[in-house]
């Protein structure tokens, strides 16, 4: 199965500060078409995990644009370019290129 | 417009089957998959299975032993069952129509 690791595991921000999250990968998640099924997801604190971007760099229905998402084959990239208090909770990564799909281990984003 | 829930018994006892209903509204299930994601408490997420628009499955290796979807598209239904349940089982179990739309979610506790 594919890893994804994610790192930190845990991040600390003050209200406009720009934060970044790592999403590393076991095996490249380029297919042979030239797709790479790579997503990011925000879990709010008791609510279902909200898609903020997916196939790596494209933006979500309704999600703010200080959200951006970036990488390429193992390396990707999610990144908060002035966060806000509604940020706070658990960022993961979801690789569906590799049967089983397999998500990263989360990133929590607490608020200073 | 979409939407997933799920239903199902909040507490089972350790060895007996799960059994839960995810209805969805606003598109079909004979055009589109409806996967199943499950959360333990303050854990991370992890991909149960699948069925595919054509009625095929596919299963998390770890689970496949004891886990069986289907569906009924005459009613919109897609079903989980699980047997041989452990205390490892508890968790909120999601459906969802990846990568976008996820529905509340469900609490399953395994407990005697």
């Known amino acids: 199965d594919v890893v994804l690791t994610q790192t930190p595991s845990t991040l600390s921000a003050t209200i406009g500060q720009s934060v970044s999250i790592s999403c590393r990968s076991s095996q490249s998640l380029l297919d042979s078409a030239g797709n790479t099924y790579l997503y990011w997801y925000l879990q709010r604190p008791g609510q279902s995990p909200q898609l903020l971007i997916y196939l790596v760099s494209n933006l979500g229905s309704g999600v703010p644009n200080r959200f951006s998402g970036s990488g390429s084959g193992t390396d990707f990239t999610l990144k908060i370019s002035g966060v806000e208090a509604e ?10 290129t590799h049967a089983p799909l397999t998500f990263g281990s989360g990133t929590k984003l607490e608020i200073k | 417009q979409v939407q997933l829930k799920e239903s199902g ?3 089972v006892q350790p060895s007996q089957t799960l059994s839960l209903t995810c209805t969805v ?31 095929s499955t596919d299963y998390n290796s770890a689970l496949k032993s004891r886990l069986s979807i289907s569906r009924d598209t005459s009613k919109s239904q897609v079903f989980l069952k699980m047997n041989s349940l452990q205390t490892e089982d508890t968790a909120i179990y999601f459906c969802t129509q990846l990568p976008v739309y996820w529905g509340q979610g469900t609490l399953v506790t395994v407990s005697s």
């Open chain 2, 9 to 11: 018994p909040g507490l």
């Open chain 2, 25 to 55: 509204s606003g598109f079909s299930l004979t055009s589109n998959s409806v996967h199943w994601v499950r959360q333990p408490p303050g854990k991370g997420l992890e991909w149960v299975g699948a069925i595919w628009s054509g009625g």
């Open chain 1, 87 to 96: 940020d706070l909770g658990v960022y993961y990564c979801m690789q569906a």
